[in-house]
């Protein structure tokens, strides 16, 4: 059914595709800082050269948020489902952790921030 | 005659293009930015059995159609499907003109696959999200495309064959 460009066509694509992956990496540096928001305001915004453990009072309660290793995790929170938690640890500008129910959202940002992050519709 | 024929043609691909790309909202996928593309199978096969210009039509018609339907009509997934399909669609029918001698719907299928990753990553960069952040997918998207690239030419292979064996295949004169 395959022929050999064919063949050829879809090696030669697997390997730009793999390829891609360390490009990207290389493109976009790591985060410099981390924002944190409790429904929709600003009430953080920190380093991520330092360690630290900072609490976010939130509607249900406390959300621990962790720096550490020049990444961010949330380590404790008041939610049900605790999918922040299982979210894990994120590094790169532009990734985030949210804990919708107790309306806690951490960003990574890089060296400058614009104003609008998306617009769509 | 001719113009009926041909009528006949695009709203039966067009019909069956719905219903694979409605479809395929039932085949689970680890994440909702990652889809099959199954409805590019239709394209594929407009394009080898009727040529480019019946397979642009029915990927056009099969977007707005099928958004109005699902209710994302002139939503971020309209253009986003509207752009991909026709980017899509346009580099499998001219590889199909091409390089048919090269290439089985194989090949041209990935051609298509991969490039409806790329107009798809660059409209929600220029249209929706302007952070180059958006870009970190791409890898992940391009291997995948492969995948799907792969499976769908598959399928395209088939359905030609099937197809080619009834009526329809008596108008392939007319495009």
């Known amino acids: 059914m395959l022929t050999l460009p064919d063949k050829i066509l879809i090696g030669g694509l697997v390997i730009v595709a793999l390829l891609s992956f360390p490009a990207i990496r290389h493109f976009y540096p790591e985060g410099k800082r981390v924002v944190i928001e409790l429904d929709g305001d600003v009430v953080g915004d920190f380093s991520l050269k330092e360690d630290r453990l900072v609490p976010v009072e939130g509607k249900l309660g406390t959300t621990w948020v962790k720096m550490a290793e020049g990444g961010v995790r949330i380590v404790d929170s008041p939610c049900p489902y605790k999918l922040c938690i299982k979210s894990g640890s994120i590094h790169r500008a532009g990734e985030t952790l949210i804990c919708l ?3 806690v959202v951490a960003r990574i940002v890089g060296v400058e921030e614009e104003a609008v992050d998306a617009v769509s519709r | 005659m001719r113009r009926i024929k041909r009528n006949a043609i695009i709203s039966s691909l067009v019909a069956m293009s719905i ?15 990652l889809r099959f593309g199954f409805a590019n199978i239709i394209a594929l096969t407009a394009i080898a059995l009727y040529g480019l210009r019946i397979g642009l039509m029915v990927t056009i018609l099969r977007v707005f159609m099928g958004t109005i339907l699902v209710g994302t009509f002139l939503t971020p997934a309209f253009f986003l499907g509207m752009g991909g399909g026709i980017g ?14 090269l290439f ?6 990935v051609m298509g696959a991969y490039t409806h990753n790329i107009v798809q990553l660059t409209i929600v960069y220029l249209l929706f999200i302007r952070h180059a952040e958006v870009f970190y997918i791409l890898p992940v998207l391009l291997l995948f495309g492969i995948l799907t690239g792969i499976l769908n030419g598959v399928a ?5 064959t099937y197809m080619a064996r009834f009526s329809l295949a008596q108008f392939e004169s007319i495009s």
Do not use: D, Q
């Open chain 1, 101 to 103: 129910p107790n309306r």
């Open chain 2, 156 to 160: 395209a292979i088939y359905l030609t």
């Open chain 2, 88 to 101: 899509s669609t346009l580099v499998m029918g001219f590889a199909y003109r091409k390089l048919k001698a």
């Open chain 2, 104 to 109: 089985s719907l194989v090949g041209i299928s």
């Open chain 2, 19 to 33: 219903v694979v790309h409605s479809a395929e909202m039932f085949v689970p996928s680890p994440f909702p930015w």
